[in-house]
T-cell receptor, first 111, second 115 residues
Framework: GDSVTQMEGPVTLSEEAFLTINCTYTATGYPSLFWYVQYPGEGLQLLLKATKADDKGSNKGFEATYRKETTSFHLEKGSVQVSDSAVYFCALGRGADGLTFGKGTHLIIQP | SAVISQKPSRDICQRGTSLTIQCQVDSQVTMMFWYRQQPGQSLTLIATANQGSEATYESGFVIDKFPISRPNLTFSTLTVSNMSPEDSSIYLC????????????FGPGTRLTVT
């Protein structure tokens, strides 16, 4: 079955540091890939997505590229802020089967 | 985007009792999904609910424990039956964006604590 593996945290960085959160997946066919974010005390919201190989999703300074050859969708940001502190989930979707999520990465940004 | 509300937002329940969680969407949708997020864990799909048909449950989840209703295209309920402390979780409903990307919008969640 489908699965998503992402680096587990917590990941602690200083403000303005470079961020990478690794995500790899296993799935048949051509799933869509997503990064969702859950800020403290808030609901789950979409951060970015990519629907086919080599697509790059981007939002709020975050980027991720759909790499089919390495089955990866790593999340990156060049300069993180304290307000980026949250839990980040990598997920994949294939039609009517709902989404498959990774375990989540807790990111802590220190001033 | 779809706006999704859930009731209650949180509850504390005694073991052996049942709780029904409501999910309301501001537009008509074909499919609604229910997920569970156990403390410190990821989201796990419980079932998919289509209007006019029986819900489809994922492995490890059964209808007797998590009965679902889907009376119309904007509303669904999930009942957590005969609760135990292991049912303490956040329960979320979601809907598909319907643009063939499989993106989903999520409700704010219901935080359930079973004592």
């Amino acid at each position: 079955g489908d699965s998503v593996t992402q680096m587990e945290g917590p990941v602690t960085l200083s403000e303005e540091a470079f961020l990478t959160i690794n995500c790899t997946y296993t799935a048949t066919g051509y799933p869509s890939l997503f990064w969702y974010v859950q800020y403290p005390g808030e609901g789950l919201q979409l951060l970015l997505k990519a629907t086919k190989a080599d697509d790059k999703g981007s939002n709020k300074g975050f980027e991720a590229t759909y790499r089919k050859e390495t089955t990866s969708f790593h999340l990156e940001k060049g300069s993180v802020q304290v307000s980026d502190s949250a839990v980040y989930f990598c997920a994949l979707g294939r039609g009517a089967d709902g989404l498959t999520f990774g375990k989540g990465t807790h990111l802590i940004i220190q001033p | 985007s779809a706006v999704i509300s859930q009731k209650p937002s949180r509850d504390i329940c005694q073991r052996g009792t049942s709780l029904t969680i409501q999910c309301q969407v501001d537009s008509q949708v074909t499919m609604m999904f229910w997920y569970r997020q156990q403390p410190g864990q990821s989201l796990t799909l419980i079932a998919t609910a289509n209007q006019g048909s029986e819900a489809t449950y994922e492995s490890g989840f059964v209808i007797d424990k998590f009965p679902i209703s889907r009376p119309n295209l904007t509303f669904s309920t999930l009942t957590v039956s005969n609760m135990s402390p292991e049912d303490s979780s956040i329960y979320l409903c979601s809907v598909d964006r319907l643009d063939s990307t499989y993106e989903q919008y999520f409700g704010p969640g219901t935080r359930l604590t079973v004592t």
